[in-house]
């Protein structure tokens, strides 16, 4: 038993991104604008790159300094489209996505190395994190925390987008794009929005996909990104099935969009 003492370190990691990443998920969702996470997560791991291709030490407190001045300039071109072209948002930000995984690519296309950092971005590595890395990520949950229970909405909504860049910039570090993704929508979209469960219960079930997936990985030597997607995905949709209520019409009322910069 002693060991798989290793895989608490990476479940306490796993913990922190389910408390941090679901409730701004629910965020997300609320605001009808699900494509900008995935955007501003693949602009976060594209300045991580740049910033391997051009500085030896790009780090700030444990996150990236690259990747979080590339998330914060994502933060600001996902504010000017939903200022300008609110009709084609969706459209925009996904374009935006696609600029900075075409950039990605670029920036690594002559570097040796450069498919496995490409993928690492992508799938991460959750399974190897440090106990060091533990540290940023609980200053950020706790921030997220306190945003989600204190202050006024109009506080809360001019403080989202910075917020999020942030922990979507620590988080893609450590997990991967996908599994960011997975962890901010899936659990939020199928168990508050679908089922009307409280936050607690939607990052309760984010959390134990985490670890199955983790435990998937280290126990039959697959990559831990894509189990814990899998994983995740799979936990969200079971509860579904086996919590039915509250009903859907209260559910739907937890989600609906609004118009927030």
Not at 136 to 158: D, K, Y
Request: aromatic residues 8%.
């Amino acid at each position: 038993m002693a060991s798989w003492f290793w895989l608490l370190t990476p479940l306490a990691a796993s913990l922190l991104m389910a408390l941090c990443l679901v409730p701004l998920g629910h965020r997300v969702l609320e605001r009808g604008v699900v494509f900008a996470d995935l955007a501003i997560a693949q602009w976060a791991a594209l300045g991580s790159l740049t910033g391997l291709s051009l500085m030896p030490n790009h780090t700030i407190a444990g996150i990236p300094a690259s990747g979080l001045l590339f998330a914060l300039l994502a933060v600001a071109m996902v504010h000017l489209i939903l200022k300008l072209v609110p009709d084609y948002r969706e459209a925009m930000i996904g374009t935006l996505y696609v600029l900075g995984a075409s950039l990605a690519t670029l920036v690594v296309s002559q570097d040796p190395h450069g498919a496995q950092q490409l993928a690492k971005t992508l799938n991460g590595d959750l399974l190897w994190v440090t106990s060091f890395s533990l540290i940023p990520m609980a200053v950020i949950t706790l921030a997220v925390l306190l945003w989600r229970n204190t202050g006024s909405e109009h506080f809360r909504a001019r403080l989202f987008l910075p917020l999020f860049a942030v922990a979507v910039t620590m988080t893609v570090e450590t997990a991967g794009v996908y599994v960011v993704f997975a962890t901010l929508i899936a659990a939020p979209l199928m168990l508050c929005c679908l089922r009307g469960y409280g936050l607690v219960m939607a990052s309760a079930v984010c959390f134990t996909g985490h670890g199955i997936g983790l435990w998937l990985s280290a126990s039959y030597d697959i990559p831990a990104g894509p189990a814990i997607v899998v994983s995740v995905l799979g936990s969200c949709l079971l509860a579904m099935l086996v919590f039915r209520e509250p009903a859907l019409g209260t559910a739907f009322r937890g989600c609906q969009k609004t118009d927030s910069p």
